[in-house]
């Protein structure tokens, strides 16, 4: 099925569920736009999830979604408010979804978790997924250990659902092998941190703009929960901290808490965790979404019926 049909969208392009950024500003403006556009949950509670619902919803007419990040505390409750508001479309990620599968789908719900490999997306599609998110290891933030090449065509076998490709994607290159490896579309997340309408600091966005290829690391792969940044102070000292493997629980998490916001909301270039993709080696401008989304679908090979 084509996702432009099952989501009503106008491009095969959806928003990265981004935590502490993806707020009603960027999700209206990609939805505006033409794509998905998500409010990405990150570790926010009902209270202010339900405010970013209403005021996505007073700011376009277009499909929306609400990503929730399985390792929040506020999952559970997150599952019934995505209900109570009457959200359409949910994506999952950092985890499975499963114990929700059942309620979202009687309500109606359309959803599209994210799956690292091949196992997960066959139970996933079991359980009553509508799409997948096929994540490569080229993303940004909590990440799977595959890359996009080889995961999208292996999933894209194992299942009859739509695969939306993520990772690694930031141009309409990007989309076309996508499509070429099976998807039916793809996800941008990093390519967005450079947007206009992204509502993080100004440093963050020209951190992104400025990375080289080599510019992105992983952290907190000896805690289970591996994060790709771009390089900077905090990830080196973080780097240094877990070489030997005999790191401290505590003094890691004292390196990474409220990290991502001294990124997102102080642009602290030494402090902040500023999560990005390997695809920030691709972005090169400020761009406003519309060019984003527009640059991305309307140059590739899809949008001329080769593909
Ligand atoms: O979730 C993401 N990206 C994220 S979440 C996030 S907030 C955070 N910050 C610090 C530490 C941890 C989280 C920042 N970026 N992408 C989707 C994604 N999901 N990537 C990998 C996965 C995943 C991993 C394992 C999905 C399912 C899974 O399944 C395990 C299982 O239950 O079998």
Partial sequence: MDLRDLLKIKYPIIQ??????????????????????????????????????????????????VNIMLMSPYAEELSDLVIEEGVKIVTTG??????????????GIIVIPVVPSVAFAVRLERSGADALIVEGT????????????????????????????????????????????????VQIGT???????????????EKVVKAKDTETVVTGRQTGAPVRVLKNRMAKEYLDLTKFGDAKLED????????????????DLDNGSFMAGQ?????????????????????SLVAKGVI
């Fill in 16 to 65: 990265g569920g981004m935590a502490n950024i993806a707020d009603h500003r960027l999700a209206s403006a990609v939805s505006n736009a033409g794509g998905l556009g998500l409010i990405g949950c990150g570790g926010w509670d009902t209270d202010r999830v339900r405010d970013e619902i209403r005021k996505t919803k007073a700011l376009t007419d277009k499909p929306f979604g």
């Fill in 94 to 107: 950092a985890g499975s979804p499963g114990v929700y599968m059942k309620k979202w789908k009687e309500a």
């Fill in 138 to 185: 080229e993303a940004g933030g909590h990440i799977g250990e595959i890359t996009t090449f080889v995961l999208v065509p292996q999933v894209s076998d194992a299942v009859n659902i739509p695969v939306i490709a993520a990772g690694g994607i930031a141009d309409h290159r990007g989309l076309d092998a996508a499509f070429i490896l099976g998807a039916k579309g």
């Fill in 191 to 205: 390519v967005l941190l450079a947007s206009e309408e992204c509502p993080i600091h100004q440093n963050y966005k």
């Fill in 252 to 267: 890691l998490e004292k390196l990474t808490l409220g990290s991502l916001r001294k990124a997102v909301f102080d642009g």
């Fill in 279 to 299: 695809s920030a080696g691709l972005v090169k401008a400020i761009r406003p979404v519309k060019e984003i989304l527009e640059d991305i679908f309307e140059n």
